[in-house]
């Protein structure tokens, strides 16, 4: 079924389901990926060694991404008033 082509397209919307499915991919690949070939070279203890760093490393960067969506959200709802 062709589109029609006169209708405009969200780039917007698109960029950041394209960025989310990214930031999805490199997760995977990072936690189960990397710990799980720790786990198959290394063994369970190193394995959930490789589990626990992972996470303490990645806390920071959901800590930004979610004081950034936090703020946004401020924005938006202040915006809409």
Known sequence: MP???????????YARTTQFRLLLGALFIIVVV??????LIYGSEA???????????????????GSLWLMGWIVRRERSD
């Open 3 to 13: 589109q029609d082509p006169h209708r405009e397209r969200d780039l917007r919307a």
């Open 34 to 39: 990397g710990n799980g070939l720790v786990l």
């Open 47 to 65: 394995g959930r060694s490789a589990l626990l760093c992972t996470g303490i490393g990645l806390l920071p960067t959901l800590l930004i991404i």
